[in-house]
């Protein structure tokens, strides 16, 4: 059974530091690309980043573009997100995705002082 | 970045009528490698995004086939042959042949 667990979210104050984590099992986790999406309190979707199956590739939304970073760790079948300088605006539920096959619970960041 | 728009942006429809919602992007979605690379999702309320459809008309595993996609180019659509209650929710397009992958605003279907 197909498992997306994200982890690391909470309230942050404005220009701090998070790191999100997102677990999966049931699926071979190196053979996906893994991305992250957000939804900001009843807003849409929004696509974040994604990172290649083994890492060799990044791609980033540009509202988060030199601000947030993922990386993997396929040993652990973990995908991460460093999200730093946070805003207000970067509020939102933070989803994992293999290639959008499947989808995590969502974890909830809230940036505010 | 490619803008996705979706149309209309809220659909009441009565149960059992068929109902379509309109997605048009920027530019081509046409990768080099031939494929299109537009998806939709199924957001119901309170539940996590939901793939329904992959590369234009591909159905997801487990959705059911009253649920259709269709279009070329720039243009697309989505169609439910005839609606049931579990349908209600939110529906996206997403482009995943250009970087920045993009969504479109979502389309809020409704049962009347």
Same mark, same amino acid.
């Given at each position: 059974?197909?498992?997306?667990?994200?982890?690391?979210?909470?309230?942050?104050?404005?220009?701090?530091?998070?790191?999100?984590?997102?677990?999966?099992?049931?699926?071979?986790?190196?053979?996906?690309? *893994?991305?992250?999406?957000?939804?900001?309190?009843?807003?849409?979707?929004?696509?974040?980043?994604?990172?290649?199956?083994?890492?060799? =590739?990044?791609?980033?939304?540009?509202?988060?573009?030199?601000?947030?970073?993922?990386?993997?760790?396929?040993?652990?079948?973990?995908?991460?997100?460093? *999200? =730093?300088?946070?805003?207000?605006?970067?509020?939102?539920?933070?989803?994992?995705?293999?290639?959008?096959?499947?989808?995590?619970?969502?974890?909830?960041?809230?940036?505010?002082? | 970045?490619?803008?996705?728009? #979706?149309?209309?942006?809220? /659909?009441?429809?009565?149960?059992? #009528?068929?109902?379509?919602?309109?997605?048009?992007?920027?530019?081509?979605?046409?990768?080099?490698?031939?494929?299109?690379?537009?998806?939709?999702?199924?957001?119901?309320?309170? #539940?996590?995004?939901?793939? /329904?459809?992959?590369?234009?008309?591909?159905?997801?595993?487990?959705?059911?086939?009253?649920?259709?996609?269709?279009?070329?180019?720039?243009?697309? $659509? /989505? &169609?439910?042959?005839?609606?049931?209650?579990?349908?209600?929710?939110?529906?996206?397009?997403? #482009?995943?042949?250009?970087?920045?992958? $993009?969504?479109?605003?979502?389309? &809020?279907?409704?049962? &009347?």
């Amino acid at each position: 059974q197909v498992q997306l667990v994200e982890s690391g979210g909470g309230v942050v104050q404005p220009g701090r530091s998070l790191r999100l984590s997102c677990a999966g099992s049931g699926f071979t986790f190196s053979n996906y690309g *893994m991305h992250w999406v957000r939804q900001a309190p009843g807003k849409g979707l929004e696509w974040v980043a994604v990172i290649w199956h083994d890492g060799s =590739n990044k791609y980033y939304a540009d509202s988060v573009k030199g601000r947030f970073t993922i990386s993997r760790d396929n040993s652990k079948n973990t995908v991460y997100l460093q *999200m =730093n300088s946070l805003r207000g605006d970067d509020t939102a539920v933070y989803y994992c995705s293999p290639n959008f096959d499947f989808w995590g619970q969502g974890i909830l960041v809230t940036v505010s002082s | 970045d490619v803008v996705m728009t #979706q149309s209309p942006l809220s /659909l009441p429809v009565t149960l059992g #009528q068929p109902a379509s919602i309109s997605c048009r992007s920027s530019q081509s979605l046409v990768y080099s490698d031939g494929n299109t690379y537009l998806n939709w999702f199924q957001q119901r309320p309170g #539940q996590s995004p939901r793939r /329904l459809i992959y590369k234009v008309s591909n159905r997801d595993s487990g959705v059911p086939d009253r649920f259709s996609g269709s279009g070329s180019g720039t243009d697309f $659509t /989505l &169609k439910i042959n005839r609606v049931e209650a579990e349908d209600a929710g939110v529906y996206y397009c997403m #482009q995943g042949t250009h970087w920045p992958n $993009t969504f479109g605003q979502g389309t &809020k279907l409704e049962i &009347k």
